[in-house]
C-alpha cells in the first residue's frame, strides 16, 4: 500500500488543522492505521492510531481530547482532526498502514507516507 499525507500548514496556537492520508492499492480494510510525528534529531512517536474497523482508536496522552484519527475505508482515506494546536505540537506528522501487533508501536507498521510539515506558531 502506498499513503500520500497532506494537510499540514502554519497555524497559530489554538487553531485547527486536519490531516488527510489517502492509501493506494488493495486491502487498504486490513490495515491498522496511525499517525506519528517526528522532530529534527528526535525519534518518531506515536500520535494516534484507528482498527481496522474504525472501532478502536488510541491516542497518545500528550493529544487525547484535542486530536481525532478517523477513517474512511470506502475512500481509502485516514483522517487526522487536530484542535487546540499548541506549539509543541510542531513536527513532522507521518501516516502508517500495519498489519499485524500493537497499535501505538512504530514497528507494528510496515508502510509510511512522506510526512507533512505542521507547525504551530505561539
Known amino acids: 500500500v502506498q499513503l500520500q499525507a497532506s494537510g499540514g500548514g502554519l497555524v497559530q496556537a489554538g487553531g485547527s488543522l486536519r490531516l488527510s492520508c489517502a492509501a493506494s492499492?488493495?486491502?487498504?480494510?486490513?490495515?491498522?492505521l496511525g499517525w506519528f510525528r517526528q522532530l529534527p534529531g528526535r525519534q518518531r512517536e506515536f500520535v494516534a492510531a484507528i482498527s481496522r474497523s474504525g472501532s478502536s482508536t488510541s491516542y497518545a496522552d500528550s493529544v487525547k481530547g484535542r486530536f481525532t484519527i478517523s477513517r474512511d475505508n470506502a475512500k481509502n482515506t485516514v483522517y487526522l482532526q487536530m484542535n487546540s494546536l499548541k506549539p509543541e505540537d510542531t513536527a513532522v506528522y507521518y501516516c502508517a498502514a500495519g498489519i499485524r501487533g500493537s497499535m501505538i508501536e512504530r514497528s507494528t507498521y510496515g508502510y509510511w507516507g512522506q510526512g507533512t510539515q505542521v507547525t504551530v506558531s505561539s
Open positions: 492499492g488493495r486491502s487498504f480494510v486490513y490495515y491498522s
